[in-house]
């Protein structure tokens, strides 16, 4: 019994899935870039040697890398709210759940940047009159940016596939337009279909662009 | 005392009162003292593992010292309370600012050229605007004859230049003192002469400066006063001659012992 495949329903409601891929990538933005941000507090706080720092945040990391992210973002429109004196909504509670999902895996991927550096460029900074921060932004990171970009990158592509996650509390990113359309217009097979290749297209150039970091060397070298 | 620079009392550069360091049981600093004059320079020599470089660590507080006071152009770092010291880390921040430290290892930054290495102090710390970073990196570098490498980058120059750069990085703050700590320690033995050459010229120029190295022939030609220190204390202190080539204390015979004769600085080829 074969299908008789027909793309033109799908084509027809263009404009919804548009949509979808929209918020898909202002939820991805959103997520990435909140997420790295915080993510180098937490990486910051992991690498240091201080017990009240690496402590909290250890368990935060722990509990966000071994829990599913499907259920964070269930766990933060259902039972969020309960605690919270304010209203959660779709978008809110799927990006907060993918930011601190991101914050977590990012941090590791600072702490191994900040690790792979000798001490002696701490203490150069330090020794110059450099506060923390002044080291961290002046010395460190600029260096260890070049090592960690791969990670940050297959991070980013992890982040981008999760969003569609969020159509399970209903936020109308490309997953949960597709869904929605499909049950009108009976056609989930070639609607998943161009969900998977929209997805496709967009992600795989990020893939080959993160590949090209990973193999080309500094072009400065290294002393 | 030696006839060196200044020697009235108003002109001191550094003063620490039984310095003390622990970590943990091992106690590394057993209570050091030692009056610094402007333009004076203080070679510290002693064995391995003595406390030389957790002297200098605590002299710009890398490291934070167990007990002791230290006074930077005569006054106290730190407040006192209750009978100890206590610091802040944002005025040990601005006293490293003021404390110039040349590292064994060099720690130049590879990311950035060696004029960006000599400008980022003053640009990051001091908050100079554009013109007179250049101005004071170009300076700075020149006065260790490397302006003619502004544009490379560390990792291609010699171990020897890029430990000039290091000095030129430290000077660019115009610190009241400078701290080497073996300087010279990692360097091939052919690139030794240059670095030590561009450490008497600043001596000549009347930098204050505290050297732990193992150069006995450059501590008896440019040092003030030599200080011998042995295990966390300073066991001998005076004039090269008195404790280079005729030292009282046996401990500091056994080390110099160990030493043989010394080998004066080659000169400068560049
Ligand atoms: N951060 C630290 N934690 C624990 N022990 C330390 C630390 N820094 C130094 N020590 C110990 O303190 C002692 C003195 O060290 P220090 O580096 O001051 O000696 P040094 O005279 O500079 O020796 P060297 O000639 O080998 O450089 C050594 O036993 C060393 O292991
Ligand atoms: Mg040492």
Same mark, same amino acid.
Request: charged letters at 10%.
């Given at each position: 019994m074969g299908h008789n495949w027909d793309f033109s329903s799908v084509f027809a409601s263009r404009a919804l899935l548009l949509q979808g891929l929209e918020n898909t990538l202002i939820l991805g933005a959103t997520c990435l870039a909140l997420g790295l941000f915080f993510g180098l507090f937490v990486g910051a706080a992991r690498f240091s040697g201080r017990a009240w720092l690496y402590f909290p945040a250890t368990v935060f990391v722990e509990v966000f890398r071994n829990t599913p992210v499907l259920v964070q973002i269930m766990w933060f429109f259902f039972a969020f709210p309960i605690i919270v004196p304010f209203q959660v909504d779709a978008f809110t509670a799927a990006a907060i759940g993918l930011t601190l999902n991101t914050v977590a895996f990012s941090s590791e991927i600072y702490r191994a940047g900040l690790q792979s550096l000798a001490r002696g460029q701490w203490e150069a900074g330090r020794a110059l009159g450099m506060s923390y921060w002044q080291q961290m932004f002046r010395v460190i990171l600029p260096q260890a940016a070049r090592r960690m970009l791969p990670a940050f990158m297959n991070r980013a592509v992890e982040l981008f596939k999760m969003t569609s996650l969020a159509s399970v509390v209903a936020y109308g990113e490309l997953m949960h337009q597709a869904k929605v359309v499909s049950t009108i217009s009976f056609n989930p097979i070639e609607m998943y279909t161009s969900v998977a290749l929209i997805f496709f297209a967009v992600l795989f150039p990020m893939t080959v662009f993160a590949r090209r970091f990973e193999t080309r060397g500094d072009p400065r070298g290294r002393s | 005392m030696s006839g060196g620079r200044g020697a009235d009392g108003a002109g001191e550069a550094l003063r620490i009162e039984d310095l003390r360091k622990s970590f943990g049981d091992l106690e590394v600093l057993g209570g050091v003292s030692l009056s610094v004059r402007r333009g004076e320079v203080v070679v510290v020599i002693g064995a391995s593992g003595s406390g030389k470089s957790t002297m200098l660590r605590c002299v710009n507080f890398m490291e934070i010292p167990t007990s002791g006071k230290i006074f930077l152009g005569g006054a106290l770092v730190g407040r006192e309370r209750g009978g100890g010291i206590e610091y802040r880390e944002k005025e040990l921040t601005r006293l490293r600012a003021r404390v110039g430290m040349v590292f064994q290892h060099f720690? !130049?930054?590879?990311?950035?050229t060696v004029l960006q290495n000599v400008m980022e102090g003053p640009k990051t710390v001091l908050g100079c605007d554009g013109e007179e970073c250049r101005r004071r990196g170009n300076l700075y570098l020149d006065r260790v004859g490397l302006a003619w490498k502004a544009e490379s980058y560390p990792s291609q120059l010699s171990g020897g230049q890029q430990q000039r750069v290091a000095i030129a990085r430290a000077l660019a703050m115009e610190p009241e003192i400078m701290l080497f700590d073996e #300087?010279?320690? #990692? !360097?091939?033995p052919e690139l030794v002469g240059e670095v030590l050459e561009t450490m008497k010229a600043l001596a000549e120029d009347g930098m204050t400066m505290i050297i732990v190295t193992h150069e006995l022939g450059f501590a008896y030609t440019v040092a003030d006063r030599v200080l011998f220190l042995s295990g966390g204390r300073v066991l001998e202190e005076g004039t090269p001659s008195e404790v280079l080539t005729f030292p009282r204390e046996e401990g500091t015979r056994n080390f110099l012992r160990g030493h043989g004769t010394f080998r004066l600085p080659e000169p400068r080829l560049d």
């Open positions: - | 720690n !130049l930054f590879p990311h950035m #300087a010279t320690s #990692a !360097l091939d």
